[in-house]
T-cell receptor, first 116, second 111 residues
Framework: DAGVIQSPRHEVTEMGQEVTLRCKPI?????LFWYRQTMMRGLELLIY????????DSGMPEDRFSAKMPNASFSTLKIQPSEPRDSAVYFC??????????????FGPGTRLTVL | GNSVTQMEGPVTLSEEAFLTINCTYT??????LFWYVQYPGEGLQLLLK?????DKGSNKGFEATYRKETTSFHLEKGSVQVSDSAVYFC??????????FGAGTRLFVKA
């Protein structure tokens, strides 16, 4: 059974370019989460969706960041324009919500983004 | 608000030593508690969990007991191996979608 799939695994880009990260959650999961991880700030929740609807995007750092979930099997996180301080590992995770309480989250392998 | 506090790392141990990583939490209601592990170059993965007071979660020789009276969920292992070197995250969920993660504790195990 496939886990959470993220692409690309590595991305190197120049400042000012648009970056799109992709995620395919586990089939049947109804919640999807985007995180950013850096040495300085640790693991940060950026945004999460339930049944394809964004529930809380208060963790999105700036308007340069946007996320979409057009269907239950696909989500994107876009950075436009990218800046060197956006360099980090970005994780996607999916989960199910049962009885109003979150269950364990399943993380993808991450996308390591480097902005030069 | 809900929060998780875990001991700062790094923790450095010799192989076969006893491990404890402390975790305490603040939460309204009755949270579920988790330990996740992150190996180098990978995403987080669930190590163990407990969903109610006095439950003990266990996996791969690790265990943690949900202590409501001390709001704690300390991770223990009797004999660590080099392959246990990783970052360990304590976490909780309550009513709602989010999981609240601790800052993570890095463990180094020397041969």
């Amino acid at each position: 059974d496939a886990g959470v799939i993220q692409s690309p695994r590595h991305e190197v880009t120049e400042m000012g370019q648009e970056v799109t990260l992709r995620c395919k959650p586990i089939s049947g999961h109804n919640s999807l989460f985007w995180y950013r991880q850096t040495m300085m700030r640790g693991l940060e929740l950026l945004i999460y969706f339930n049944n394809n609807v964004p529930i809380d995007d208060s963790g999105m750092p700036e308007d340069r960041f946007s996320a979409k979930m057009p269907n239950a099997s696909f989500s994107t996180l876009k950075i436009q324009p990218s800046e060197p301080r956006d360099s980090a590992v970005y994780f996607c995770a999916s989960s199910t919500i049962t009885g109003g309480v979150g269950n364990e989250q399943f993380f993808g392998p991450g996308t390591r983004l480097t902005v030069l | 608000g809900n929060s998780v506090t875990q001991m700062e790392g790094p923790v450095t141990l010799s192989e076969e030593a006893f491990l404890t990583i402390n975790c305490t939490y603040t939460a309204t209601g009755y949270p579920s508690l988790f330990w996740y592990v992150q190996y180098p170059g990978e995403g987080l993965q669930l190590l163990l969990k407990a969903t109610k007071a006095d439950d003990k979660g266990s996996n791969k020789g690790f265990e943690a007991t949900y202590r409501k009276e001390t709001t704690s969920f300390h991770l223990e292992k009797g004999s660590v191996q080099v392959s246990d070197s990783a970052v360990y995250f304590c976490a909780l969920t309550t009513g709602g979608f989010k999981t609240i993660f601790g800052a993570g504790t890095r463990l180094f195990v020397k041969a």
